[in-house]
Nanobody, 124 residues
Framework: VHVEESGGRLVQAGESLRLSCAASGPNFSGYTMGWFRQAPGKEREFVATITYANDRAYNEVSVKGRFTISRDNAKSTMYLQMDNLRVEGTAVYYC??????????????????WGQGTQVTVSS
């Protein structure tokens, strides 16, 4: 499974941005897909996940209420709509895939395939 993120760029605090993640393979509709991020000097952090059944999970502390995860199976693409971005949202955002019944929606090591990441920089 090839995973590729896009959409990261420099934005100002308070602005919105939408990230996209395209994943290959004939079974896209069966994938559970997640977003993680890693800021400089910090560990990779769970952001949001959407299952094959469209169940969603969010990092309630850092993003819930501002970020929305969605998917378009016809386009084999997942999205992360980020509103009211904060400076602390500056990070490399990674897309990840579980190509099976998900064993965790929040733990990075449970995801099997990863993209290279896309940089989001939020300026004050």
């Amino acid at each position: 499974v090839h995973v590729e993120e896009s959409g990261g760029r420099l934005v100002q605090a308070g602005e919105s941005l939408r990230l996209s993640c395209a994943a290959s393979g004939p079974n896209f509709s069966g994938y559970t897909m997640g977003w993680f991020r890693q800021a400089p000097g910090k560990e990779r952090e769970f952001v949001a996940t959407i299952t094959y059944a469209n169940d969603r999970a969010y990092n309630e502390v850092s993003v819930k209420g501002r970020f929305t995860i969605s998917r378009d199976n016809a386009k084999s693409t997942m999205y992360l709509q980020m509103d009211n971005l904060r400076v602390e949202g500056t990070a490399v955002y990674y897309c990840a895939v579980q190509n099976r019944i998900p064993t965790s929606l929040r733990i990075a090591s449970h995801f099997d395939y990863w993209g290279q990441g896309t940089q989001v920089t939020v300026s004050s």
